[in-house]
């Protein structure tokens, strides 16, 4: 055996993958559903579940933008500005350097 | 031919455009998942996680002062790991046959990039945006938020990472091992966040199970999907940059000269 911990290691992660596949198949029927239904973010159906059941409800948020479209709006705008800026910095760092070199090379 | 200014467009512009309405497209409704809301944990709970997670932020912003001095090239990775973190963390993912959503952490990504206190501050700093202007997570659960997704999803991601790479793992096997547990390390402490604020008279331990069996189905795809993403960016990364990456975690990337093509020579 030419790298037995390589081994171990791969063999480790397989077997945990396979568990939680499994444990997903098991569980998926027990998923709590929340007002909003199907398809509904574990924030509501898990965290706001358990704290109506212990007496405590979520606040607005101090700037609320979840009124009509506006949260929609800033939800696109906040992934605009971050898909851009991952985009401008993956060139500099990536692209631009890799360019540099090939060209001095 | 192209002039100098065409290339600018073709190089930059279109980027952008590529970016802007890719997420635009990718954005159509927004969903929570691990943040705890404004109201949630009692006031004496928001300041204890305060407390600590104040801790790692602030040796964390160090880190940064420091690091950015003596690591070029640390400022692009900056960027990249800050506004991955900020997306993938209100990036609603649904899950089949359990009919949830919810969102992968990418602080275990940030952690391998760029170490897991500076990491720490990038979630930070993402938390805060989302809370404030995203109506996602709160002000005053700021600091527990911190700590399961920034401080825990960082730790636990760079720890898996490391303790991989000294068997011999692949960079791959290794970061998605970090995507894996990070992930799931970081839902298991909102469990326990919750459940310690809220258990009143009952048992803490039964009901921190009963939540982390509510988020299993939604969140073990998920840990999965995270490991993918996270194993994918890394390998890229270091079959790109791997000097750069071999300053920031010596030991877990050997320093090796630069692999891309007509580099290193």
Same mark, same amino acid.
């Given at each position: 055996?030419? @790298?037995?911990?390589?081994?171990?290691?791969t063999g480790i992660v397989v077997v945990v993958v396979v568990l939680a596949v499994?444990?997903?198949?098991?569980?998926?029927?027990?998923?709590?559903?929340?007002?909003?239904?199907?398809?509904?973010?574990?924030?509501?159906?898990?965290?706001?579940?358990?704290? $109506?059941?212990?007496?405590?409800?979520?606040?607005?948020?101090?700037? @609320?933008?979840?009124?009509?479209d506006l949260l929609l709006f800033v939800f696109a705008l906040g992934g605009a $500005?971050?898909?851009?800026? =991952?985009?401008?910095?993956?060139?500099?760092?990536?692209?631009?350097?890799?360019?540099?070199?090939?060209? =001095?090379? | 031919?192209?002039?100098?200014?065409?290339?600018?467009? #073709?190089?930059?512009?279109?980027?952008?455009?590529?970016?802007?309405?890719?997420?635009?497209?990718?954005?159509?409704?927004?969903?929570?998942?691990?943040?705890?809301?404004e109201g949630i944990l009692p006031a004496s709970w928001c300041a204890i996680w305060?407390?600590?997670?104040? %801790?790692?932020?602030?040796?964390?912003?160090?880190?940064?002062?420091?690091?950015?001095?003596?690591?070029?090239?640390?400022?692009?990775?900056? !960027?990249?790991?800050?506004?991955?973190?900020?997306?993938?963390?209100?990036?609603?993912?649904?899950?089949?046959?359990?009919?949830?959503?919810?969102?992968?952490?990418?602080?275990?990504?940030?952690?391998?990039?760029?170490?897991?206190?500076?990491?720490?501050?990038?979630?930070?700093?993402?938390? /805060?945006?989302?809370?404030?202007?995203?109506?996602?997570?709160?002000?005053?659960?700021?600091?527990?938020?911190?700590?399961?997704?920034?401080?825990?999803?960082?730790?636990?991601?760079?720890?898996?990472?490391?303790?991989? #790479?000294?068997?011999? &793992?692949?960079?791959?096997?290794? &970061?998605?091992?970090?995507?894996?547990?990070?992930?799931?390390?970081?839902?298991?402490?909102?469990?326990?966040?919750?459940?310690?604020? /809220?258990? !009143?008279?009952?048992?803490?331990?039964?009901?921190? !199970? &009963?939540?982390?069996?509510?988020?299993?189905?939604?969140?073990?795809?998920?840990?999965?999907?995270?490991?993918?993403?996270?194993?994918?960016?890394?390998?890229?990364?270091?079959?790109?940059?791997?000097?750069?990456?071999?300053? %920031?975690?010596? #030991?877990?990337?050997?320093?090796?000269?630069?692999?891309?093509?007509?580099?290193?020579?």
């Amino acid at each position: 055996m030419k @790298n037995p911990g390589k081994i171990i290691a791969t063999g480790i992660v397989v077997v945990v993958v396979v568990l939680a596949v499994w444990g997903w198949l098991a569980l998926s029927q027990q998923v709590p559903e929340g007002a909003e239904g199907r398809w509904g973010g574990v924030d509501v159906t898990v965290i706001e579940k358990y704290a $109506v059941d212990a007496g405590r409800e979520a606040r607005e948020p101090f700037i @609320n933008t979840d009124q009509g479209d506006l949260l929609l709006f800033v939800f696109a705008l906040g992934g605009a $500005v971050g898909g851009f800026v =991952a985009g401008y910095y993956w060139r500099r760092l990536i692209a631009e350097k890799a360019g540099r070199r090939r060209a =001095a090379g | 031919m192209l002039n100098k200014r065409d290339h600018w467009f #073709r190089a930059h512009i279109l980027l952008a455009l590529v970016f802007v309405l890719g997420l635009l497209f990718l954005y159509p409704t927004p969903a929570y998942a691990m943040h705890i809301a404004e109201g949630i944990l009692p006031a004496s709970w928001c300041a204890i996680w305060y407390a600590i997670a104040a %801790i790692f932020v602030v040796i964390g912003i160090r880190l940064i002062r420091r690091r950015t001095r003596e690591i070029r090239g640390l400022m692009p990775l900056l !960027g990249i790991s800050g506004a991955v973190i900020f997306l993938i963390s209100v990036f609603p993912i649904p899950v089949p046959i359990s009919g949830s959503c919810s969102h992968p952490c990418g602080t275990p990504l940030g952690a391998i990039l760029v170490g897991p206190f500076i990491s720490t501050v990038l979630g930070a700093l993402a938390l /805060l945006i989302q809370a404030l202007f995203l109506a996602h997570g709160g002000i005053s659960t700021w600091g527990a938020n911190i700590v399961s997704m920034a401080v825990v999803g960082s730790f636990v991601g760079f720890g898996a990472f490391i303790l991989f #790479r000294r068997f011999n &793992a692949s960079i791959f096997v290794a &970061a998605f091992a970090a995507g894996l547990f990070g992930d799931w390390a970081t839902y298991a402490t909102t469990s326990f966040e919750l459940a310690s604020a /809220l258990h !009143g008279g009952g048992s803490l331990w039964g009901m921190f !199970g &009963a939540i982390a069996l509510a988020f299993a189905p939604t969140q073990l795809p998920l840990g999965i999907l995270e490991g993918l993403f996270t194993g994918g960016v890394v390998t890229l990364v270091y079959q790109r940059r791997p000097e750069l990456l071999s300053q %920031i975690i010596p #030991r877990a990337f050997k320093p090796v000269s630069s692999v891309v093509k007509g580099g290193g020579r």
